[in-house]
Each structure stands twice: as C-alpha cells, then as structure tokens.
C-alpha cells in the first residue's frame, strides 16, 4: 500500500486537539515498511526478484514486437504486448513468475531442483487477471527432469491451462479426461521437438486456486512420462499470448516445495562424520574451428552428502574458458576449479550437478582430464 500525503487542516482548534494522535499515527507511517515500488522489465528475456523469493520474467521469444511486464509487490501485469503470431503456432511469449530455476537464473532460496521421491507436497496459489480482445492461454509450466539441471530445456514440461481464449490448443492431441486435484480436466500429450508435453486444459476458465502441483506430477509419473527419481526444477505461472495481452495479470502467486531430510545428513545421529566422497563425472562437448562448449555432470555416488562442492580438471594444452554457467571456473585454463553457486552448493547420495562452460582451442581439440570432487578421484565413462 502507498501512504498518500497528509493534508493540512484548516482549523487550528481541531489542529491543536488532534495534534499528538496524529503524531502517534504519523510516527506508525513512518516506522511501517513501505510497499516495492512497481518495476517494468521491457528487456527480452529480462527478470526481477518479487517477495524476496520469486522470479517475474518477461521471456519474449516468438516475436520481435516490443512486450513490457510491470512487476507487483505480489505479482505482475502485462503492460505492453504488441504484434500477434498465427494462432496454429507457438506462442509469442511466456510472460511469468516462478519458483525454482530457468536457463540458470534460480529464484533466491528455492528448494528446487528437488528429487519427486523426496518431495511430500508443493502447495501453490495463483489469483488471475483476464482480458477481452486478445488470444491467450493462462497457464502454469511445470518441468521436469532426469538430472537436478538448472539450465536448458528439461525432458517433460506439464502445462495447467486455467484459461483459453481464441483458438488456440495444447501441443500434440487430446487423449482423455482426468480428475486431479477435485477438478475434471481434458488431457493433451504431445512433442514440441525438443521435450515432452503433458497439458490439462480446465473446460471453463479458473480465476484463482491452491492446488497440490505434486498431484499433476503424480500423473507424469503414471503415463510413463517422468519417474520418481527424476527432479522438479521449476513451477512458473503466467500467460502464453498470441494475440496482443496488455492488461493481463497475475494478481498472486505462492509457491512452496516440502521435502524430507536426506539421510546421513546434519544432524542425523547415525552420521559418522564426512567420509571422502566417491564420484562420477560424465563430459560432453559441443566443438568447432576454434571454439567448444562443454557441459559437465558430477554424480555423488557415495553414501554421503557433499556440501559446497568442488570439481577440479585439468584442461588441454591451448585450451581456455571464455564463460561459464552455473558453477565458478578459476581459472581460465590449466588446472581448472568448478566451485557450486549459492543455489547448487548440496550434492545428496546418487544425486548430480551439472555446469557449463564454453570456451576456445588451438590444434586439435581433446577433452580435460583428471577430474577430482573435493580432493577424490572420480571415474569416467
């Protein structure tokens, strides 16, 4: 809420009869915090932090068409989305706010990527805005995958349409109804090329609702598109629009991921202490003339957990790093140290990280070697 300014009385009689309450009630004013002030991201894929807990993104990337997001102390509003792509086509956008991570920029605090076997419930609650005279979904997007990634695109995405309006539909094609979380819904399963897509489509628009997002989990998981093993790694909530869309909004939006304790973990008094981690580090490359990118996945395939993991290497003669995703590499060639972030910094039993880095070589390209988790060995394929 926004303090309006004070307005002077006339009367110096009430004035002076009321001046210490008021000096009460300005002194509340001026102790109370004061509300965000509204931020408008017009940038392509640019972001912003609400709650101290939440991503709002504008992620344009069907059109080059100017749309512009105002982020809100609880949500946001689509201030601006100019131009419209064909209907029997992807969308132009994905304007939202989400828990977890999304090509490496993770929410602050977020508890996700977390195993679904370790995971009790995700309740989660969304207030939408809707507009006339656009051609729009209102939709969650919640994706999963084999390994607890936070970049790139994950192996199943599950889409919760609360809205549609103008013709526009799911990827792939209906295969039945469900009921999940007391609603019917009808089911869409499809490919977009790149992962898999499970969508439910509510019959009539939802305006609000708290919802369990494990009980739509459950459902990847029973068609045989996801396993219990597998990681969430991010609940986002917002629109997919193909027409115009300024005006939409989402109002509010909450989410929170429960989950157990690993075993073996602090504070566990079966815990023997930090025995030396055992590993497995898997290297893939993507190589041209003069140029690499690599990803890297290290594996605990120890009994215990690694807190504030460190992955060293030695990389080839003529080989150096240019930059570097979701892990510190210092430095840029030699004998190299991945260090975790903030939000990958726990490495659980049979659980993985996986970073990225892209950089440049001379003569014939050949992959680092060497490669120790904290001190230890680790194998590699």
């Known amino acids: 809420m926004r303090l309006s300014p004070h307005r002077s009385r006339t009367a110096r009689a009430v004035f002076g009869a009321l ?18 002030a509204d931020t408008t991201i017009c940038e392509q894929y640019g972001s912003t932090v609400i709650q101290g807990r939440y991503v709002v993104q504008n992620n344009r990337w069907g059109t080059s068409a100017t749309q512009c997001v105002t982020a809100t102390d609880t949500g946001f509003r689509l201030t601006r989305a100019d131009g419209a792509v064909p209907t029997n086509g992807a969308p132009k956008s994905y304007p939202s706010v989400f828990d ?15 195993r679904l076997s370790s995971i009790s419930s995700t309740p989660s609650s969304i207030t939408y805005g809707y507009v006339p005279n656009a051609v729009y979904n209102a939709s ?63 019959p009539s628009a939802i305006d609000s609702w708290s919802f369990d997002v494990m009980d739509f989990v459950r459902q990847a998981v029973a068609r045989g598109l996801a396993q219990d093993d597998w990681y969430l790694t991010s609940i986002q909530a917002g629109f997919e629009p193909w027409e115009n869309g300024a005006g939409l909004a989402v109002h509010s939006f909450s989410s929170t991921v429960n989950t157990g304790s690993d075993p073996g973990g602090p504070g566990d008094p079966s815990d023997p202490g930090d025995p030396a981690p055992t590993c497995r580090v898997s290297y893939a490359a993507s ?19 690694v807190d504030g993991w460190q992955l060293a290497f030695t990389l080839p003669s003529g080989q150096q790093i240019t930059h570097a995703w979701n892990a510190t590499l210092t430095p840029a060639s030699g004998t190299v140290t991945a260090s975790a972030l903030a939000h990958n910094t726990h490495l659980a039993p049979d659980t993985s990280q996986t970073f990225g880095f892209q950089g440049t070589y001379g003569g014939t390209f050949t992959k680092p070697t060497d490669f120790t988790l904290n001190g230890t060995a680790c194998a590699t394929p």
Do not use: K
């Open 100 to 114: 977890g991570c999304h090509y490496t920029n993770c929410s602050p605090g977020t508890r996700l990527p977390a």
């Open 140 to 202: 969650y997007d919640i994706w999963l995958d084999p390994t607890p990634r936070t970049d790139g695109v994950n192996r199943t995405e599950i889409m919760i349409w609360f809205n549609r309006v103008g013709p526009v539909q799911p990827i792939g094609s209906p295969v039945g109804t469900a009921s999940v979380g007391g609603r019917s819904w009808e089911v869409w399963t499809g490919s977009n090329g790149s992962n898999d897509v499970l969508s439910f489509v509510a």
């Open 287 to 305: 190589v041209w003339q003069g140029g690499f990118t690599s990803s890297v996945t290290v594996t605990n395939t120890g009994s215990a957990p």
């Open 19 to 36: 001046l210490a309450p008021l000096a009460a009630v300005a002194a509340l004013l001026v102790a109370a915090p004061q509300a965000q």
